[in-house]
């Protein structure tokens, strides 16, 4: 199967299987996605969505977060990791989004990137999920994913090597798509230990299954 061949397999199998992919937190607006973003870095979804209630509760816009100090914010959020550090990039990132934009969550990459606790894969999952912007988010789950199944090359050894691979082979229709088609697969199908291949529908594509796994 040659590189093109597999990606086609790969986003026929997910177009069926996973249509519409969406993130698993839960946020009503772009500040809500942000907040949550932020406190998601090495901090599981389920964690962040039992947390953010309580923020939005007493921060429910920019402005009221801008206003408090990491010290008010750190009690709503000591059960997620890196607290004392997510405190200050949250209310530095809303006091900058006032400051600097006009109280708008900024809309591209480079924008966001300026924000406290913004990095490229935040900005990134922020421009693709508000306004599906061809833009591909890699975390551990698509980093792991795509070398597995062999969408990327094994000499990809950074996520923004990963990142440019995907988005070189994928149409820019479908990136916001495949975000999170790599992010739920890895989830919950090609975990880091222990992989389900036996139930994955991508065995046929997946270099990992052929290689390590189909004796």
Known sequence: ????????????????????????????????????????????????????????????????????????????????????????HLVGMAQKVLNDFNGEIPMTVNELITLPGVGRKTANVITSVVEKQPNMAVDTHVFRVSKRIGLVSPKASTPLAVEKELVKNMDASLIHKAHHWLILHGRYICIARNPKCRECGLQQACLWFQRIVKQ
Do not use: G, W
């Open 1 to 88: 199967m040659t590189k093109k061949e597999r990606y086609q397999f790969v986003i026929d199998y997910f177009s069926v299987h996973m249509p519409e992919p969406e993130t698993e937190l839960v946020y009503d607006n772009p500040y809500q996605l942000l907040v949550a973003v932020i406190l998601s870095a090495q901090c599981t979804d389920k964690r962040v969505n039992m947390t953010t209630p309580f923020i939005f509760e007493k921060y429910p816009d920019i402005e009221s977060l801008s206003q408090a100090t990491a010290e008010n914010v750190f009690p709503l959020i000591k059960s997620i990791s890196y607290p004392n550090n997510k405190s200050k």
